[in-house]
């Protein structure tokens, strides 16, 4: 087959076919686990990480998706060899696992009580909706920042707190995210969201951890523990630990980040990417980022690519 190939509730289907039902609870209520990840020469990265977290935020939402850890793996390999090979030579795939509680009752024709009204608890919904998906990796969405880095700002939509799902759930429940980048934008074209915790401390961007770099104490990041524990933050713990850079983990505020030397995004598809501007004025000097040059050539390193300039490379012209 010339097209790629999708896996969706027991089957490989062409990509193209991979469709959810409307009345999933995935789409209707957001009730959706998600792993995202990416290969680099066409071999999943930190695969393990990734599928030791989805199967936390599986346990967390109480939803069996009926297939074993070691499936996904599996079946992650073959869409990748499967699908790898339709690229171009040097190009790399991001990875999408998804996984709802199934179909909804309430307007699926389900078997609630009549006129109640109730939805049944999330282990009442079968049976569950699993997907993978593979897709070529949309480097034109940043492959400017790795060297004029990106501009975050705070808004007025806060994280969501702790008591309303755990920090380290991956999930696709993410209104408060569209809607902070949407307040940021307005703010300042083209800039993206830091979000704020109700007391006012950093928490993370729609779509990466921060972490923050000062001379006189180095590497700050937010506690793990408040934050959802990024794979891609690992990588930098452990790539500062190789480098000698010292690391630590405390509270974060806006005026923290505005006085940092550097300021970093950490995330999946882009590895790690400097923050040039906060809420409008430049981070250190913007032209010199030492430590993020030195974290990213280690990444570069472990994964045997120019990670910038594969970005580079592969954005449309």
């Not at 935020?57 to 070691?70: R, V």
């Not at 705070?154 to 949407?182: F, N």
């Amino acid at each position: 087959m010339n097209e790629p190939v999708a896996y969706l509730n027991d089957r490989f289907i062409p990509a193209r076919d991979a469709t959810i039902s409307i009345v999933d609870a995935g789409f209707v209520l957001g009730a959706t686990v998600t792993e995202q990840l990416r290969t680099f020469g066409g071999r999943l990265f930190r695969s393990d990480r990734h599928f030791q977290r989805l199967a936390h935020s599986l346990e967390i939402c109480g939803i069996d998706p009926g297939i074993s850890i070691d499936d996904f793996a599996r079946i992650a390999d073959e869409l990748v060899g499967r699908n790898y090979p339709l690229l171009a030579p040097g190009d790399d795939l991001g990875l999408a696992i998804f996984v709802t509680p199934g179909p909804y009752p309430a307007l699926a024709g389900g078997d609630l009580p009549a006129a109640s009204g109730i939805r049944p608890p999330t282990s009442d919904l079968r049976p569950p909706t699993v997907g993978l998906h593979t897709f070529p990796l949309a480097f034109h969405l940043w492959a400017d920042a790795y060297h004029r880095g990106v501009s975050l700002v705070t808004t007025s939509i806060q994280q969501v707190p702790g008591e309303c799902w755990p920090r380290e759930l991956k999930c696709r429940s993410r209104m408060h995210y569209y809607l902070a980048d949407r307040e940021a934008a307005a703010k300042q074209p083209g800039a993206r969201a830091l979000l704020l915790d109700g007391d006012g401390r950093v928490a993370e961007t729609s779509t990466a951890n921060t972490v923050i770099y000062k001379s006189d104490t180095g590497l700050i990041s937010p506690p793990r523990t408040t934050v959802l524990p990024g794979v891609s933050l690992e990588v930098v713990i452990e790539l500062a630990a190789q480098l000698g850079i010292p690391l630590t983990e405390r509270e974060l505020h806006p005026d923290d980040v505005a006085t940092a030397d550097e300021a970093l995004l950490s995330s999946t598809p882009n590895c790690l990417l400097p923050v040039a501007r906060f809420n409008g004025q430049p981070i250190g000097k913007a032209a010199d980022r030492p430590i993020f040059n030195r974290l990213l050539a280690a990444w570069n390193n472990l994964v045997g690519i120019d990670i910038a300039d594969q970005a580079k490379r592969f954005e449309p012209r």
